[in-house]
């Protein structure tokens, strides 16, 4: 959704608050949608980061990731079929570049500190027991991502997840879409600094507080249970 926005609305009036604005109600809607069954683990930056503070084993870190790159790249070639040839080759399908007039450290230090954003926000709303965000954790982190787009849009066309930028590069570039490789090593370890380091400072002191390991957004069950006062 966010990839096809940005590939279908780049440079129209307004773009950047629509794509945003998609990209963060997307993330929204998907960790409503997978919480229960995953975790909601769609970003392997966050992924990586459950794992160093202890969240998340190494080995259910690695099926993630590989199912997260996997998907990344079905997803981008729909993304693929569903556009026209002029959105496929300028916009890349949404692929992440450093844009003109700004450098590799300024694409570094954005793409860290707003996948810290992002990562922070996870630990706090979604991890931490302590957390008065309940159900309503995926929000938070929707309006985060939507935060993060803002700010990078203009500079990296916003990426804070690895593996989001990994297959809309692997499709695009197949089909003849130019230099996507280039500063491509950015979009993994700026994300992954930024995550690790949140893990590390903070991460790792809400697993201990929790006592024992809890998955990434886990959604509380409605209370379903009837008044025996009252009846039909």
């Given at each position: ?22 990209f963060g109600l997307a993330i929204t809607a998907l960790a409503y949608a997978t919480a229960h069954i995953s975790g909601g683990q769609i970003n392997c930056a966050v ?11 190494v080995a259910q870190g690695l099926v993630n990731l590989c199912f997260q790159l996997v998907g990344s790249i079905i997803g981008a070639a729909f993304l693929l079929a ?151």
């Amino acid at each position: 959704v966010g990839c096809g926005s940005a590939a279908t609305q780049a440079g129209d009036p307004g773009w950047i608050l629509g794509v945003s604005l998609q990209f963060g109600l997307a993330i929204t809607a998907l960790a409503y949608a997978t919480a229960h069954i995953s975790g909601g683990q769609i970003n392997c930056a966050v992924t990586f980061a459950l794992v160093i503070a202890k969240q998340k084993s190494v080995a259910q870190g690695l099926v993630n990731l590989c199912f997260q790159l996997v998907g990344s790249i079905i997803g981008a070639a729909f993304l693929l079929a569903a556009t026209g040839e002029a959105d496929r080759t300028a916009g890349g399908l949404g692929s992440n570049t450093i844009s003109s007039g700004y450098s590799i450290n300024n694409a570094f230090v954005t793409e860290m500190l707003m996948t810290a954003l992002l990562v922070y926000v996870v630990f706090e709303t979604a991890v931490n027991k302590k957390s008065v965000a309940s159900n309503n954790a995926p929000i938070a982190i929707g309006f985060t991502v939507f935060l993060a787009h803002m700010v990078n849009i203009p500079i990296t066309g916003c990426s804070i997840n690895p593996t989001r930028s990994f297959g809309p590069a692997v499709v695009a570039s197949l089909n003849g879409t130019p230099n996507l490789w280039k500063h491509h090593w950015v979009f993994w370890v700026a994300p992954l600094t930024g995550a690790g380091l949140v893990a590390l400072i903070r991460g790792l002191i809400i697993t201990k507080d929790n006592g024992s390991d809890n998955p990434a957004i886990e959604l509380k069950e409605a209370d379903t249970s009837i008044n025996d006062d009252v009846k039909v």
